[in-house]
């Protein structure tokens, strides 16, 4: 195993916040950025990775496969036409009769690690066997939440189970911000989230449609430079990742003009 | 308890208010009872028994006191605010009277 390779588990505890979206996203993105990247699909009970990344009709093996010698490694790897540096491996499928363990999961990814320089693994929602197959695999990771009261209590769980299983750094992307309603104090602030689940902040989305979009071709918005902000904010993510030093903005703080000025005022306390 | 000039607007016009400040003191709260992993029934039990103890000590506004759970920055807090309304004489026992 290549001493340098990164294993980050990308999870959220609550489904539909957004975490294969990030996965799919942040493998092109560093994969643009000329890193070899592999991007496990954990969640294979409802495996989507394939579908977000157009991969879906590629798939012939999984890991089960490789594991159990019926195939190699570099047969079950599904590399991404338009980038090369990109390979999905889904970890199994949904019909599959042995459920995968743990020790199935580390030999997987110390097999990866030959091969790719950062491996991403899909965390399936929930915190219950899925979870756990994932985290075996992982020894950093990024907890994606929105700002939503159900999101972000199910994303605290997540990173207390992180904690007790060693994995560090634990940084944060919050997901689907709305900047206008952040404004008006009516969704929980960027602070309001960093600070109840004390983590560094990697990365800051706000809602945008150009991603349904994208999901629908099968296209990871980062894959042709979109330069709509989800886009933007994907890739600013995956420079954070590598140590680029890209400032995080706040979209509701960053308004400008009259509009901005009696916010501020709406904001200030008088008593 | 903070008042923004949004608030006071907001509760002038009978609107309603803000939701982000409500649903933070919501999630403070749960989540204090989620880190502690301590279930309802327990917390009760352990409330009546602190208050049991102090007020052998010192009197106590039993209307106004609380034992709750607190959080911050990942650390659980078990936070007594137990205001007194008057000490009471207690003889201390020879042994601890001597320590």
């Known amino acids: 195993m290549a001493a340098e390779t990164r294993y980050i588990l990308i999870c959220s505890g609550k489904g539909g916040v957004g975490k294969t979206t990030l996965t799919a996203n942040l493998g092109i993105a560093l994969a643009k950025q000329g890193v070899r990247t592999a991007v496990l699909d954990a969640d294979f009970g409802l495996r989507n990775l394939d579908l977000l990344l157009g991969l879906e009709n590629r798939i012939v093996y ?45 030999a997987i990814a110390a097999m990866l690690g030959d091969l790719f320089e950062v491996v991403l693994i899909d965390c399936p929602a929930g915190i219950e066997d899925g979870f756990k197959n994932a985290v075996a695999a992982a020894r950093e990771a990024i907890v994606i939440t929105t700002p939503e009261v159900s999101a972000v209590r199910d994303a605290d769980r997540v990173i207390g189970l992180l904690n ?25 602030a960027v602070s309001d989230v960093t600070d109840i689940l004390a983590l560094p902040l990697l990365g ?55 509009r901005a000025k009696i916010s501020r005022l709406m904001n200030t306390k008088i008593f | ?43 009760q039990q352990m409330r009546r028994e602190i208050l049991e103890v102090v007020s052998r000590y010192v009197e106590l506004d039993l209307d106004e006191g609380d034992v709750s759970l607190a959080t911050e920055d990942r650390v659980t807090a078990l936070v007594a605010n137990l205001p007194i309304k008057r000490a009471r004489d207690v003889v201390l026992p020879a042994s601890a009277a001597g320590a």
Do not use: F
């Open chain 2, 1 to 43: 308890m903070s008042l923004t000039l949004r608030d006071a607007i907001n509760r002038l016009l009978g609107r309603q208010p803000a939701s982000a400040s409500t649903a933070k003191q919501r999630l403070q709260l749960v989540l204090a009872h989620d880190r502690s992993d301590l279930n309802p029934e327990l917390l």
């Open chain 1, 164 to 188: 007790t299983e060693g994995i560090s750094p634990i940084q944060l992307v919050l997901n689907r911000v709305r900047p206008k309603m952040m404004a008006n104090q009516d969704m929980l």
């Open chain 1, 204 to 258: 800051l989305v706000v809602e945008d449609e150009q991603v349904i979009v994208s999901t629908n071709r099968g296209e990871p918005l980062t894959l042709n430079g979109s330069n709509s902000p989800a886009a933007q904010a994907y890739t600013n993510v995956a420079r954070r990742l590598r140590g680029d030093d890209v400032p995080i903005v706040d979209p509701s703080q960053e308004r400008q003009g009259l």
């Open chain 1, 62 to 106: 999984t890991a089960q496969e490789v594991l159990a010698e019926t195939c190699r490694l570099e047969q079950a790897l599904v590399k991404h036409k338009q980038q090369p540096n990109l390979a999905l491996l889904p970890a199994g499928n949904p019909r599959m009769l042995e459920w995968l363990t743990p020790d199935d999961m580390k």
